[in-house]
């Protein structure tokens, strides 16, 4: 995934009102710019610290910059739009980067599923085989050496869970996809000192059928993409 143009830097000042950052520019001078992170963004907060903003040509936009990428005191870089996600694996998918997943004639996203009304965020099938439902989350949560998702209660999360179980108990193949955006991270398991219900629900799911990848994602101010798999420990 390129970002074309190139990504424009700032110093962060604060992040508030959830969507809300300021950052001051090169110049002195200080801009709004929407963040596009749900999530509390534990340990993703670095005032004082470079980050990179992405511009919109829309002008019905109150806030035309997103925020795209952090840097962190230690020199690690996160992705802090989680709205990429699923386009980093659509295209890692494509690109056969994630093997898991290969061999599929068609991929469609955002298709209604499940009992709970919930939408998948990618949907594989082909003739010879079962149809794949996948799940993406975004992983940018690093305590000590390991990756931990959510870094929130997430109850939208654990109805993803369940609605993956469903589909597994029903013959089909559920996964779920951390896509890692966070350069330091190289193992991920789930936050239960964060979010217990989720984390017990995630083991529920591992031994229901569900299949749990990880994946890497490179970052630059001037492209994202999923490169490597990582460890999964459930």
């Given at each position: 995934m390129d970002f074309?143009?190139?990504?424009?830097?700032?110093?962060?000042?604060?992040?508030?009102?959830?969507?809300?950052?300021?950052?001051?520019?090169?110049?002195?001078?200080?801009?709004?710019?929407?963040?596009?992170?749900?999530?509390?963004?534990?340990?993703?907060?670095?005032?004082g610290e470079t980050v990179w903003f992405s511009t919109s040509d829309n002008p019905k936009r109150k806030y035309p910059n997103t925020w795209e990428l952090s840097a962190t005191p230690e020199?690690?870089?996160?992705?802090?739009?989680?709205?990429?996600?699923?386009?980093?694996?659509?295209?890692?998918?494509?690109?056969?980067?994630?093997?898991?997943?290969?061999?599929y004639t068609s991929l469609k996203r955002e298709v209604k599923y499940g009992d709970e009304n919930s939408r998948i965020d990618i949907l594989l099938s082909d003739e010879t085989k079962p149809l794949c439902y996948v799940e993406i989350k975004s992983c940018t949560l690093l305590?000590?050496?390991?990756?931990?998702?959510?870094?929130?209660?997430?109850?939208?999360?654990?109805?993803?869970?369940?609605?993956?179980?469903?589909?597994?108990?029903?013959?089909?193949?559920?996964?779920?996809?951390?896509?890692?955006?966070?350069?330091g991270i190289n193992l991920v398991q789930a936050a239960a000192h964060i979010d217990p219900q989720y984390a017990q629900?995630?083991?529920?799911?591992?031994n229901s059928g569900v299949e749990v990848l990880a994946y890497q994602t490179e970052l630059?101010?001037?492209s994202s993409k999923i490169t490597r798999r990582c460890k999964v420990i459930v």
């Open positions: 074309s143009p190139p990504l424009q830097q700032g110093t962060l000042l604060r992040r508030y009102k959830r969507f809300l950052a300021d950052v001051q520019l090169d110049d002195g001078s200080e801009i709004t710019i929407h963040c596009p992170n749900t999530g509390s963004m534990k340990n993703c907060l670095f005032p020199n690690h870089l996160i992705g802090i739009n989680t709205g990429r996600a699923n386009a980093l694996a659509e295209e890692a998918i494509n690109n056969g980067v994630i093997t898991e997943l290969g061999g305590e000590q050496t390991a990756g931990y998702f959510p870094d929130s209660v997430t109850t939208r999360g654990q109805k993803h869970l369940r609605e993956l179980m469903h589909m597994a108990s029903l013959g089909h193949r559920a996964v779920l996809l951390f896509v890692v955006q966070h350069s629900l995630l083991k529920q799911s591992v630059s101010a001037l």
